[in-house]
């Protein structure tokens, strides 16, 4: 059975990478290998009711995900419909592309720090489709935004959600990851940014023109700035919700969701519908790229059965006898996490090692939560924030392999060598 479950999650992957040449889409490829990986478990396993379990267990962390997905791209769509982003647009007057990309990358970084990497790159890549006009431009900038989205995340203990596990689980705590990984993180950003600016060196910033912006779309200032403001609060405010209640994200951002609704509805009250109907929530939630959610809940399921069947503890364990070294075990799980998600990952190095042998703040998660993070921008598809960025700007994989993958590469292996180096001289 394990080695059918590997085969089908070979040959889907294949696909999905494979999507434009074989003009399949990857949603399709997705949901197909979740599914077949999933019946031959069930059959295989013979266990119905502990198959179902596991089966519903998966649905709701990847429903969560999804809904927090969903509320996100749908507040981004909000704020861009009343030309919201405007807000930050009018305020950055570089004319210089290499200057805009240092500006983006570094905004990029800190917001996802404060956010989470994939709602900061659904803002800044949307940010980039109404600020360049040149679409090969907007790949490139897409790329470093997901580059910069993972670097951001890992240092913060809400930046990304392997970190977050780490830091719930108790394996780090807020101040130590952020004092031992903020550095690295950096130096993971600065180098394919500082790559990718010198290319773009000397071309201007080719603007888009708002041709769409008529008479019966314009949106007021008070407005515009009324639903960017309320939209960045409430994703910001999503950490914060979760460190309360202690409730999932998901909820934060449907709550959320739920206030912007009102507002928008309280704003427009007095528009005729055929003025306000673009304006509204269920108008944005129409919008928003169904394709890729549905993809995402496929690749999460299909990766769940890997779990659920031990096949990546296995290799965890395997990678232990065979290596030996945590640093290099570590280096590799991080590249692992650029085709097999990193959430699962995660989960099986914090089953594997326990907090008896490895205790809080140890190099172990610290350096897993910087390589686990930031490798998933090695693949388009190797993070939420990839995923996110491939569905809004239409990336195609092997764009982002011959484009951004060395240089994603070769930021999480300088920001891997800083973290080693800082780590011996500080211990």
């Given at each position: 059975?394990?080695?059918a479950?590997?085969?089908?999650?070979?040959?889907?992957?294949?696909?999905?990478?494979?999507?434009?040449?074989?003009?399949?889409?990857?949603?399709?490829?997705?949901?197909?290998?979740?599914?077949?990986?999933?019946?031959?478990?069930?059959?295989?396993?013979g266990?119905?009711?502990?198959?179902?379990?596991?089966?519903?267990?998966s649905?709701m962390?990847?429903?969560?995900?999804?809904?927090?997905?969903?509320?996100?791209?749908?507040?981004?769509?909000?704020?861009?419909?009343h030309?919201?982003?405007?807000?930050?647009?009018?305020?950055?007057?570089?004319?210089?592309?290499?200057?805009?990309?240092?500006?983006?990358?570094?905004?990029?970084?800190?917001?996802?720090?404060?956010?989470?990497?994939?709602?900061?790159?659904?803002?800044?890549?949307?940010?980039?489709?109404?600020?360049l006009?040149k679409?090969?431009?907007?790949?490139?900038?897409?790329?470093?935004?997901?580059?910069?989205?993972?670097?951001?995340?890992?240092?913060?203990?809400?930046?990304?959600?392997?970190?977050?596990?780490?830091?719930?689980?108790?394996?780090?705590?807020?101040?130590?990851?952020?004092?031992?990984?903020?550095?690295?993180?950096?130096?993971?950003?600065?180098?394919?940014?500082g790559?990718?600016?010198?290319?773009?060196?000397?071309?201007?910033?080719?603007?888009?023109?708002?041709v769409?912006?008529?008479?019966?779309?314009?949106?007021?200032?008070?407005?515009?700035?009324?639903?960017?403001?309320?939209?960045?609060?409430?994703?910001?405010?999503?950490?914060?919700?979760?460190?309360i209640?202690?409730?999932?994200?998901?909820?934060?951002?449907?709550?959320?969701?739920?206030?912007?609704?009102?507002?928008?509805?309280?704003?427009?009250?007095?528009?005729?519908?055929?003025?306000?109907?673009?304006?509204?929530?269920?108008?944005a939630?129409?919008?928003?790229?169904?394709?890729?959610?549905?993809?995402?809940?496929?690749?999460?399921?299909?990766?769940?059965?890997?779990?659920?069947?031990?096949?990546?503890?296995?290799?965890?364990?395997?990678?232990?006898?065979?290596?030996?070294?945590?640093?290099?075990?570590?280096?590799?799980?991080?590249?692992?996490?650029?085709?097999?998600?990193?959430?699962?990952?995660?989960?099986?190095?914090?089953?594997?090692?326990?907090?008896?042998?490895?205790?809080?703040?140890?190099?172990?998660?610290?350096?897993?939560a910087?390589?686990?993070?930031t490798?998933?921008?090695?693949?388009?598809?190797?993070?939420?924030?990839?995923?996110?960025?491939?569905?809004?700007?239409?990336?195609?994989?092997?764009w982002?392999?011959?484009?951004?993958?060395?240089?994603?590469?070769?930021?999480?292996?300088?920001?891997?060598?800083?973290?080693?180096?800082q780590?011996?001289?500080?211990?």
């Amino acid at each position: 059975m394990l080695t059918a479950l590997v085969v089908i999650f070979v040959i889907a992957y294949a696909a999905i990478a494979l999507e434009h040449p074989i003009k399949i889409n990857k949603s399709a490829s997705a949901l197909l290998g979740a599914g077949l990986l999933w019946t031959v478990y069930a059959l295989a396993a013979g266990e119905a009711d502990r198959v179902g379990a596991q089966l519903g267990e998966s649905v709701m962390a990847t429903a969560q995900i999804v809904f927090f997905l969903m509320g996100a791209m749908t507040i981004v769509e909000v704020v861009d419909a009343h030309n919201g982003f405007e807000v930050i647009t009018k305020r950055i007057r570089t004319s210089n592309l290499s200057r805009l990309m240092w500006l983006v990358g570094f905004v990029t970084f800190f917001l996802s720090a404060i956010l989470d990497n994939l709602t900061t790159t659904i803002v800044m890549v949307s940010l980039m489709r109404k600020l360049l006009a040149k679409h090969e431009d907007r790949l490139f900038f897409a790329g470093i935004i997901v580059i910069a989205a993972n670097s951001g995340g890992a240092w913060s203990p809400i930046g990304d959600v392997t970190t977050t596990m780490l830091w719930i689980g108790g394996q780090i705590t807020s101040l130590a990851i952020i004092e031992g990984v903020f550095l690295p993180s950096v130096v993971s950003l600065i180098v394919p940014l500082g790559m990718t600016a010198y290319v773009l060196r000397g071309r201007a910033v080719l603007s888009v023109e708002n041709v769409e912006n008529s008479q019966d779309r314009r949106t007021t200032e008070f407005e515009r700035n009324l639903m960017f403001f309320f939209g960045l609060g409430i994703l910001v405010a999503v950490p914060a919700f979760k460190t309360i209640t202690q409730l999932p994200p998901f909820m934060g951002i449907l709550f959320g969701l739920g206030i912007l609704w009102l507002v928008g509805d309280l704003l427009h009250r007095r528009k005729e519908d055929v003025f306000k109907q673009h304006l509204t929530l269920a108008h944005a939630l129409s919008r928003i790229d169904m394709s890729s959610i549905v993809f995402f809940v496929g690749i999460l399921l299909a990766v769940a059965t890997l779990e659920h069947t031990h096949i990546l503890t296995s290799l965890a364990q395997w990678l232990d006898q065979v290596v030996g070294r945590l640093d290099v075990i570590v280096l590799i799980i991080g590249i692992a996490s650029a085709i097999v998600d990193n959430v699962p990952l995660v989960a099986a190095s914090m089953g594997m090692y326990s907090l008896d042998q490895y205790p809080t703040d140890h190099f172990l998660w610290e350096f897993l939560a910087y390589c686990a993070g930031t490798g998933g921008s090695i693949l388009i598809i190797g993070s939420a924030a990839g995923v996110a960025a491939m569905g809004l700007e239409k990336i195609h994989f092997f764009w982002y392999v011959k484009k951004i993958s060395g240089l994603a590469l070769i930021g999480y292996l300088a920001g891997a060598g800083v973290y080693l180096a800082q780590y011996q001289l500080l211990h």
